[in-house]
């Protein structure tokens, strides 16, 4: 597939659209509904993806089938330039469910500790010190998404629930947020908590179990939040 397309800056061909009486701008023939790209479909065949700013690589494929393929696969060649923690730890998101020693084990070797398994003390050890670190701006995206997945799995035993994935898009290609659906269907929005509570310093973890069962708030329900949304992916 790699011979089928060519990587190009899009100033190069926005002029060779514009030498073949197109602009690049105005005569798109649609635009995709994932990551709202521009697509140029030529009379000879060949197909032109810009991503929507027109600032980052836009591709030359040889032909539609190629083109098809690549929307087929649901991966552009080129990664998203605004690269976030969770594209930066590609697939292993996407079997977000079956991660959490991988992490355990980074959180163990990064912040030097040497828990055998997931429990709350050792997870509000893992919290503290991680907010130490970003306070010395020695804090990875990785170590955020490792918190997510073992505080999470605490959430998930406690909850009888499930992991599930909100599925976005940035230039090019998707990014997956993962998130807890418990077992009385109720939503928990496991990552923007763990990263509001780094950002904010916050390191008591008991608040996220007091959250958990308070009867003070309406929960998101499933039922709710679902609908209408096509980007949810529950793991099993």
């Not at 011979?3 to 009486?21: A, F, R, V």
């Not at 197909?47 to 690589?57: C, G, K, S």
């Not at 763990?194 to 708030?217: Q, V």
Request: net charge neutral; with cysteine.
């Amino acid at each position: 597939m790699t011979n089928c397309y060519k990587i190009k800056s899009p100033e190069e061909l926005t002029d060779y659209l514009k030498n073949q009486g197109r602009d690049a701008f105005n005569d798109w023939d649609y635009q995709l509904q994932t990551n709202y790209g521009f697509v140029h479909e030529l009379a000879n065949g060949e197909v032109i993806f810009f991503e929507n700013r027109y600032e980052h690589p836009a591709i030359l494929f040889t032909n539609k089938k190629c083109f098809d393929d690549i929307i087929n696969l649901d991966k552009f060649p080129i990664e998203n330039p605004e690269q976030n923690m969770f594209d930066n730890e590609g697939d292993k998101i996407k079997a977000f469910h079956l991660q959490a020693d991988y992490y355990r084990n980074h959180l163990n070797k990064v912040l030097k500790f040497n828990f055998p398994e997931i429990t709350k003390e050792a997870a509000q050890e893992y919290l503290k010190k991680v907010i130490g670190r970003k306070i010395k701006n020695l804090t990875t995206g990785k170590d955020i998404v490792a918190l997510i997945s073992v505080i999470g799995e605490l959430v998930k035993a406690e909850t009888g629930g499930k992991w599930f994935l909100v599925k976005r898009y940035g230039s090019y290609n998707p990014t997956y947020e993962p998130n807890i659906l418990t077992s009385a269907g109720n939503i928990y929005l496991m990552s923007s908590r763990i990263i509001g509570k780094i950002k904010w310093r916050t390191s008591r973890i008991e608040d996220i179990f007091i959250e958990l069962h308070s009867t003070l708030t309406e929960p998101i329900k499933w039922v709710d939040y679902s609908k209408s949304r096509n980007n949810l992916i529950v793991l099993e």
